[in-house]
């Protein structure tokens, strides 16, 4: 199949010769997409994964929450064009964010899974390519990551990363302290266990990159491979900053109440729990937010004074 001249709404073209072949041999590759009320978004994350020029099979595993904009439609219609690529899976029920999260990843055939979420999108043509060569030539590493560009609802740029020209390995303690953004984000299938704790968070790329830095490295490669879209709808994105400073922190202390962590993990969970709450202090104190420190000051208290 060739995917040449087609476009969507948002003006991304398509000139990439499909990678699988016309059977069912398991991919080496899935990328898992997750999506709720994506309806704006959702075919330019799903063309941009056909895009993907490669040498191995790859395929796109569509997780839909139920979503009532029109999104399901789009997943279907295209599903129905590249069966042998595409799978959208059964929404007959309400998920909810973590646990879409995890039925995309747990019926990824894929030796390597490449996350994205049904507003972000993909811009470099060789991203699995690049990522999935790294990954095969460093067996230490389970979870590779590359820059991206923030982008709006239109899909005009806001910011762009620095790109860095030759890949950066760390160690799997360092990763706890660094952020990956979600459709950058290549790793091992084999290197994830969801524990009940990641199914009380909102901010669950955090916590899976935490599950991912817990069995092995994590490498940045530096080059751009994909856009985050920050717009209206986003959920992280309506909220004001306390809010954003508190799901933060809830989200470090249920990684800490997890026990799946290796100590030494834990330990640095436990040491960027305590920095952040200290960042965001001095922002709040920065800012002039006194009714927002109190209540701030007061959520850390609380859970300091129940899990210590």
């Given at each position: 199949?060739?995917?040449?001249?087609?476009?969507?709404?948002?003006?991304?073209?398509?000139?990439?010769?499909?990678?699988?072949?016309?059977?069912?041999?398991?991919?080496?590759?899935?990328?898992?997409?997750?999506?709720?009320?994506?309806?704006?978004?959702?075919?330019?994350?799903?063309l941009s994964a056909l895009a993907q020029q490669t040498s191995f099979?790859?395929?796109?595993?569509?997780?839909?929450?139920?979503?009532?904009?029109?999104?399901?439609?789009?997943?279907?219609?295209?599903?129905?064009?590249?069966?042998?690529?595409?799978?959208?899976?059964?929404?007959?029920?309400?998920?909810?964010?973590?646990?879409?999260?995890?039925?995309?990843?747990?019926?990824?055939?894929?030796?390597?899974?490449?996350?994205?979420?049904?507003?972000?999108?993909?811009?470099?043509?060789?991203?699995?390519?690049?990522?999935?060569?790294?990954?095969?030539?460093?067996?230490?590493?389970?979870?590779?990551?590359?820059?991206?560009?923030?982008?709006?609802?239109?899909?005009?740029?806001?910011?762009?990363?620095?790109?860095?020209?030759?890949?950066?390995?760390?160690?799997?303690?360092?990763?706890?302290?660094?952020?990956?953004?979600?459709?950058?984000?290549?790793?091992?299938?084999?290197?994830?266990?969801?524990?009940?704790?990641?199914?009380?968070?909102?901010?669950?790329?955090?916590?899976?990159?935490?599950?991912?830095?817990?069995?092995?490295?994590?490498?940045?490669?530096?080059?751009?491979?994909?856009?985050?879209?920050?717009?209206?709808?986003?959920?992280?994105?309506?909220?004001?900053?306390?809010?954003?400073?508190?799901?933060?922190?809830?989200?470090?202390?249920?990684?800490?109440?997890?026990?799946?962590?290796?100590?030494?993990?834990?330990?640095?969970?436990?040491?960027?729990?305590?920095?952040?709450?200290?960042?965001?202090?001095?922002?709040?104190?920065?800012?002039?937010?006194?009714?927002?420190?109190?209540?701030?000051?007061?959520?850390?208290?609380?859970?300091?004074?129940?899990?210590?």
């Amino acid at each position: 199949m060739n995917f040449n001249n087609v476009h969507t709404n948002n003006k991304i073209s398509l000139h990439a010769t499909d990678p699988i072949l016309e059977n069912q041999l398991a991919p080496e590759v899935s990328v898992a997409i997750s999506t709720y009320n994506h309806g704006q978004f959702i075919e330019q994350t799903i063309l941009s994964a056909l895009a993907q020029q490669t040498s191995f099979r790859f395929e796109i595993v569509i997780a839909d929450d139920q979503s009532n904009d029109g999104t399901t439609a789009i997943c279907k219609h295209y599903e129905g064009i590249y069966p042998a690529i595409i799978r959208v899976l059964d929404n007959e029920f309400k998920y909810g964010q973590s646990k879409n999260l995890e039925r995309a990843v747990q019926h990824s055939r894929g030796k390597y899974i490449a996350y994205c979420e049904g507003d972000d999108y993909f811009t470099d043509l060789l991203k699995l390519q690049r990522q999935f060569d790294f990954m095969e030539k460093h067996s230490d590493v389970t979870v590779c990551f590359h820059r991206i560009v923030s982008v709006d609802e239109m899909g005009h740029i806001i910011e762009q990363q620095n790109i860095e020209r030759t890949p950066v390995i760390y160690e799997s303690e360092k990763l706890i302290h660094l952020f990956a953004p979600t459709p950058s984000l290549f790793f091992r299938k084999n290197a994830v266990d969801f524990p009940p704790e990641f199914h009380e968070v909102k901010s669950t790329d955090a916590f899976l990159f935490a599950l991912l830095a817990d069995k092995g490295k994590g490498a940045d490669l530096g080059f751009i491979g994909a856009a985050y879209r920050k717009h209206p709808d986003g959920l992280f994105n309506r909220m004001n900053k306390l809010d954003r400073y508190e799901q933060t922190l809830h989200t470090r202390l249920k990684m800490k109440e997890a026990k799946i962590f290796s100590p030494e993990i834990h330990k640095e969970i436990k040491k960027e729990l305590h920095r952040r709450e200290w960042v965001y202090l001095k922002a709040m104190i920065k800012d002039l937010k006194i009714k927002e420190l109190f209540k701030l000051t007061l959520f850390i208290l609380r859970y300091r004074l129940k899990f210590g």
